[in-house]
Structures are given as structure tokens and as C-alpha cells.
């Protein structure tokens, strides 16, 4: 609705996720299938906003395309361990649809036990239709080993990770150990091997909408707790943190030419911050927050100086929410 009446201030790509009303088991991806083909017909790429570039954009299936292969990420508990038959077959009777019509996906895999399987799979079919550039994904991949982390690059396929540990590490560590979770996920490998990677947020569900709580813990090694869940030597600079959420999102969405950096020829997104990040103390990352944001070349909100420029945003909803009242994680009220 936002994007029909030209009133969405972030560019938002999206991804068709089928659930069913509950009656009947159904396949996701045949649905997915039905839903832009049928229903709504809409073409990898295709823009539904009226006039912002890359407003409302389809990007492709997932991210679950098969429920019981969906692998739950509760770190209180065991890690859940799919049957590999059944990651096979995920591949070869669904996500071959998706190759076969060249429409990106992704996968929810946390596990390396079940990222294995999967990969597996994949490889196997890539010899008989190959990706070719095609992009796809692993989402979160929190456990996933160096070799996955290497096969996963050769089929082209990129990772996008969340900052889960940074609230849930503590969980992590009664249920996994301890030396498990300070290399969760293996941050300085997945960097260092230059594959396609991302921090997201993984919407309110899992983790925080703000950015700056996920930088704190991949430069500090730090959950909210104060807990160490990152070993040093799997700890990002400043520079590469930031680059998760900016840069490194792009690929993503198929637009390193035009989003992720403040550069000629780039879309007019950026933000002014109100404070040096690359200068305050690691303790004071988490606490970052934008002061003015401009989007498509207009200010879409301000803050402290800049609050006059900010245009009158709508009443929060619901209105029992929290953060109406308290603010979002270490922002200010």
C-alpha cells in the first residue's frame, strides 16, 4: 500500500514466501510459482513503485522453500538436524523449478549438518543445469565450516548472516560451548574468502532492527550482555563491519553499481550520523544512531539539529508498542 501511494521511504525488495492458510500441506514453491505467475504476474527484478528506482522490487523465492526442512534457530535448545534425503529432495523436486525459470532463491539453513546435505545436492544439479551466474543464497549459516564456506563460493552463491549472537550468544554457549560460539558464525573466514556477504537483520523475530547493536558485536566480540561470544581473531574492523550493511547487502539485490556506497553515479541514500564511528570507543558503537536520513535525495527524517528539516512521520502502530514509549535498542526516547 505504502508503494502504491508513493509513500515508502526505503527502498524494499521483496521475496515471495507461501505459507497456506493451514487446511492442507502445500508446496511452498509451487505456490511461490502460482503467486507471480498466475496470481499477480511479476518478473524477477520488476519494480512495483510508482516512481522510486528499486522501490518495491521482486527479488526472487524463499527464504523457506520447503517447511520441514526449516531448520529453527532456537539457540536455547540442540541444534535441529534435517534427514539429508530430505535436503535432497528439497533440491531436485523444488529448487530446480527455480533454476529451470532462472529466479533467484534462498535457502534457511543455520546448521552446518543440514548446509552440507544441501550443498551437496546443489553441486549435483548444477552439472545438469547450470547456475550461470545465478544468484542465490544461504541465510544465516551461523555454524557453517570453512569447506561449505568454499563450496558455497565456487556454485556462486552468497551468505547472508543476521547478528543473532549478538543477543542470543549467551544462549549459544549453554547450548553449544563455549569455543563453538566464539567462532559463530566464522566471521574473519567468510570475509577473508571474498564471497558474496551480508548482515541483515532477520526482522524483528530473531534479532534488532538497528544496525549499530550488530556492528558493536562484530568489532567488540560483545553480545547486549556484555558477554564475549566472538573470539578476537574472528573479529571485523570498523570498515568491514559497516561494509556488511552497506556494500555488501547490494549484491543482494543485484545493485553494486548503484546502492551500498556514497559515490558518483549511486543513489542519493545515505545518513549523517551523531557521532564519529570510526573515532568513538567500542562501548559507544551500540549507541550510534543517524541524526538526519535522506532517501532519493530528500529528507525522510532528522533529529537534534537537524529536526526541523524532518518531515511528520506517522503515529506509531500499535500504539501499546514499546518503543513509543522506551525507544528502539539503545536508541534514545
Same mark, same amino acid.
Given at each position: 500500500?505504502?508503494?502504491?501511494?508513493?509513500?515508502?521511504?526505503?527502498?524494499?525488495?521483496?521475496?515471495?514466501?507461501?505459507?497456506?492458510?493451514?487446511?492442507?500441506?502445500?508446496?511452498?514453491?509451487?505456490?511461490?510459482?502460482?503467486?507471480?505467475?498466475?496470481?499477480?504476474?511479476?518478473?524477477?527484478?520488476?519494480?512495483?513503485?510508482?516512481?522510486?528506482?528499486?522501490?518495491?522490487?521482486?527479488?526472487?523465492?524463499?527464504?523457506?522453500?520447503?517447511?520441514?526442512?526449516?531448520?529453527?534457530?532456537?539457540?536455547?535448545?540442540?541444534?535441529?538436524?534435517?534427514?539429508?534425503?530430505?535436503?535432497?529432495?528439497?533440491?531436485?523436486?523444488?529448487?530446480?523449478?527455480?533454476?529451470?525459470?532462472?529466479?533467484?532463491?534462498?535457502?534457511?539453513?543455520?546448521?552446518?549438518?543440514?548446509?552440507?546435505?544441501?550443498?551437496?545436492?546443489?553441486?549435483?544439479?548444477?552439472?545438469?543445469?547450470?547456475?550461470?551466474?545465478?544468484?542465490?543464497?544461504?541465510?544465516?549459516?551461523?555454524?557453517?565450516?570453512?569447506?561449505?564456506?568454499?563450496?558455497?563460493?565456487? =556454485?556462486?552463491?552468497?551468505?547472508? &548472516? @543476521?547478528?543473532?549472537?549478538?543477543?542470543?550468544?549467551?544462549?549459544? #554457549? +549453554? %547450548?553449544?560451548?563455549?569455543?563453538?560460539?566464539?567462532?559463530?558464525?566464522?566471521?574473519?573466514?567468510?570475509?577473508?574468502?571474498?564471497?558474496?556477504?551480508?548482515?541483515?537483520?532477520?526482522?524483528?523475530?530473531?534479532?534488532?532492527?538497528?544496525?549499530?547493536?550488530?556492528?558493536?558485536?562484530?568489532?567488540?566480540?560483545?553480545?547486549?550482555?556484555?558477554?564475549?561470544?566472538?573470539?578476537?581473531?574472528?573479529?571485523?574492523?570498523?570498515?568491514?563491519?559497516?561494509?556488511?550493511?552497506?556494500?555488501?547487502?547490494?549484491?543482494?539485490?543485484?545493485?553494486?553499481?548503484?546502492?551500498?556506497?556514497?559515490?558518483?553515479?549511486? =543513489?542519493?541514500?545515505?545518513?549523517? &550520523? @551523531?557521532?564519529?564511528?570510526?573515532?568513538?570507543?567500542?562501548?559507544? #558503537? +551500540? %549507541?550510534?544512531?543517524?541524526?538526519?536520513?535522506?532517501?532519493?535525495?530528500?529528507?525522510?527524517?532528522?533529529?537534534?539539529?537537524?529536526?526541523?528539516?524532518?518531515?511528520?512521520?506517522?503515529?506509531?502502530?500499535?500504539?501499546?508498542?514499546?518503543?513509543?514509549?522506551?525507544?528502539?535498542?539503545?536508541?534514545?526516547?
Amino acid at each position: 500500500m505504502l508503494a502504491r501511494d508513493n509513500r515508502l521511504n526505503v527502498r524494499m525488495p521483496f521475496i515471495v514466501l507461501q505459507l497456506g492458510d493451514g487446511s492442507k500441506p502445500i508446496n511452498m514453491v509451487d505456490a511461490q510459482l502460482e503467486a507471480i505467475r498466475k496470481t499477480a504476474p511479476i518478473s524477477t527484478g520488476q519494480n512495483l513503485h510508482p516512481a522510486l528506482a528499486h522501490g518495491h522490487e521482486y527479488r526472487g523465492a524463499g527464504e523457506v522453500l520447503q517447511a520441514e526442512v526449516h531448520d529453527h534457530e532456537n539457540f536455547d535448545r540442540p541444534a535441529i538436524v534435517i534427514e539429508p534425503e530430505k535436503m535432497r529432495q528439497l533440491v531436485e523436486q523444488d529448487v530446480k523449478k527455480l533454476v529451470q525459470q532462472r529466479i533467484p532463491f534462498r535457502e534457511h539453513i543455520s546448521y552446518n549438518e543440514n548446509i552440507t546435505p544441501f550443498l551437496d545436492a546443489l553441486e549435483k544439479m548444477n552439472e545438469e543445469i547450470p547456475f550461470d551466474g545465478l544468484r542465490w543464497s544461504l541465510e544465516h549459516a551461523e555454524t557453517i565450516s570453512p569447506r561449505n564456506i568454499d563450496r558455497v563460493k565456487k =556454485l556462486g552463491g552468497g551468505i547472508a &548472516l @543476521d547478528a543473532k549472537m549478538a543477543l542470543h550468544g549467551d544462549a549459544f #554457549i +549453554k %547450548s553449544h560451548g563455549r569455543e563453538v560460539a566464539l567462532q559463530t558464525p566464522r566471521l574473519r573466514k567468510l570475509v577473508d574468502s571474498g564471497i558474496p556477504l551480508a548482515m541483515s537483520t532477520d526482522a524483528f523475530r530473531a534479532a534488532t532492527f538497528n544496525p549499530w547493536v550488530g556492528i558493536s558485536w562484530m568489532v567488540s566480540g560483545k553480545s547486549v550482555s556484555g558477554s564475549e561470544v566472538l573470539a578476537k581473531d574472528n573479529r571485523l574492523s570498523r570498515a568491514e563491519a559497516l561494509k556488511l550493511f552497506t556494500r555488501g547487502a547490494a549484491w543482494f539485490m543485484d545493485t553494486e553499481s548503484e546502492m551500498g556506497l556514497i559515490a558518483p553515479g549511486n =543513489l542519493a541514500d545515505f545518513v549523517v &550520523l @551523531d557521532r564519529d564511528y570510526f573515532a568513538v570507543p567500542e562501548d559507544q #558503537i +551500540k %549507541s550510534v544512531s543517524s541524526v538526519l536520513t535522506i532517501m532519493d535525495g530528500k529528507v525522510v527524517f532528522g533529529a537534534q539539529d537537524y529536526s526541523a528539516l524532518s518531515p511528520e512521520l506517522p503515529a506509531i502502530l500499535p500504539a501499546w508498542s514499546p518503543v513509543k514509549y522506551f525507544g528502539s535498542y539503545y536508541g534514545e526516547k
